[in-house]
T-cell receptor
């Protein structure tokens, strides 16, 4: 069974540009999460989808970040325009139920220069 | 405030030596506790978890962790470290029905041959 997959694995963009990260959860997992780790800090929660609905986006840092999950399958996280402080690793995760163990992907490493 | 502390940013051990990674938490509710590992170029892999019951938890790759409520700790141990254990280790805490894990800042393990 495939795990959580993320694309791209690495991305280098200039400040002001746009980047879109994609996540495919484990098949059958209705719950999808985005977390991120910026430069040596702790990993922090960004938001939670149940199917296509945003259940909690309290961790989204600002309105430059937009997450979608059309059709309740894969999700995208767009950063527009990117700033230097957005550099870090963006992890996607999924679970069967919202209180169950969360399984993480390999992360998308974003560098903004 | 809820928090997780991993006091050791870097740890170096010799191959074959024993290992203990420390984790302390501050959490108002009954915690669910996790250890994740991130190997170079890999995603976050769940090593073990504690929800309830026996306070000594066995995980994958020969790791174990002990929950000590009185000390608010959940230290990770391995009796004999292998070179492939070199990675970054994250302690996380959650609670029943939650998906907002709170992570520590991570401990990077280096293994000497």
């Amino acid at each position: 069974e495939a795990g959580v997959t993320q694309f791209p694995s690495h991305s280098v963009i200039e400040k002001g540009q746009t980047v879109t990260l994609r996540c495919d959860p484990i098949s059958g997992h209705d719950n999808l999460y985005w977390y991120r780790r910026v430069m040596g800090k702790e990993i922090k929660f960004l938001l939670h989808f149940v199917k296509e609905s945003k259940q909690d986006e309290s961790g989204m840092p600002n309105n430059r970040f937009l997450a979608e999950r059309t059709g309740g399958t894969y999700s995208t996280l767009k950063v527009q325009p990117a700033e230097l402080e957005d550099s870090g690793v963006y992890f996607c995760a999924s679970s069967q139920g919202s209180g169950n163990t969360i399984y993480f992907g390999e992360g998308s490493w974003l560098t903004v220069v | 405030a809820q928090s997780v502390t991993q006091p050791d940013i870097h740890i170096t051990v010799s191959e074959g030596a024993s290992l203990e990674l420390r984790c302390n938490y501050s959490y108002g509710a009954t915690p669910y506790l996790f250890w994740y590992v991130q190997s170079p170029g890999q995603g976050l892999q769940l090593l073990l978890k504690y929800f309830s019951g026996d306070t000594l938890v066995q995980g994958i790759k020969g790791f174990e962790a002990e929950f000590k409520r009185s000390q608010s700790s959940f230290n990770l141990r391995k009796p004999s470290v292998h070179w492939s254990d070199a990675a970054e280790y994250f302690c996380a805490v959650g609670t029943s029905g939650t998906y907002k894990y709170i992570f520590g800042t991570g401990t990077r393990l280096k293994v000497l041959a």
